[in-house]
């Protein structure tokens, strides 16, 4: 008997381009097409002015096509959106074709009821039947990838004499802050792993103050068993770092590189920040429980876990909806 192959359904990841934002939406459509065939197709939105500052719903009330944001028949299966540019160009579609699946990551603020399916961060404690909470953020990280990255840079990983520990450097964001107070602790966490016979693979993401990339490039000239990669360059090691280290430092501001830090399965402690973690705090207690994830308090030595795949878990998830709303239709 001959097997059926399922076409491909058309999906658009929506979102305004940076990095960041895009990516959780890349890396859930790409977990949801390692399941099932899916066409992905990105939509970047290019608001400016006074119209990208509007809330979403007065945007929506102003241009409320599809056409409005560039975005043009044929319309897609699945639209994903994730950030705020993205909220009214859903429901845009959603108004304009509503056979549409529309999917919003992070918690929209205009009610979930305007979106066939929310996917919230658990520490935005956001709840309804067409909610699904999820420990931080989808990403694009697998196995597969860390690996391939890791062989990619094998040489250079040999340089560096085992045990390794790899610092993820973030900087200033809305939640928290990078005192020089603060970097002093870190350094000293770096000083702690190179006295314990640590090589250290230390990274810095375009928020990191260049004063402290500064002075990270200074501690790698007095030692030869550091690689700083300071966010520039063509090829960049950080998934490398993930693959090739043992132990892995993550300072406490970015929800991506705590949960990508996670995904290896390796022992993860956090570097304070200055500020309130309000909600993050959730986020911290979900990772040490789920993770073992503890503050840094001067040694490597955590208990072992399984790897986190929350975007993985939450593809299925996806589909699930997705099958129970064509039934519904049918």
Known sequence: MAKTI???RSCWVISDGRRGIENQALGLTEAMSRMR????NTQIITNSGAFKAATPRMQFALRGKPLDYGLTRPYPDIAIGCGR??????????RAAPAIFTCYIQDPHVGAEHFDLVIAPEHDDLSGPNVEPMIGAPGRITRDMIVKATVVFEDRLNAMPMP???MLIGGTSKSHKLTEANHRQH?????????QGYSLLITASRRTPDWVIADYAALATKHDNIWLYDGTGKDNPYFAFLGGAD???VTEDSTNMLTEACATGKSVFTLAMTGKAGKFQALYDALSARCHMAPYAGHFNAADYEPLDETSRIASHVWAHIDARKATLN
């Open 85 to 94: 540019q993205a909220i009214a160009p859903l429901m845009a579609l959603k």
């Open 247 to 249: 132990v892995i430092l």
């Open 187 to 195: 350094k000293q966490a770096a000083v702690d792993a190179l006295d």
């Open 164 to 166: 390794r520990v790899a």
């Open 6 to 8: 399922s076409a491909a």
């Open 37 to 40: 065939p899916l066409d992905i």
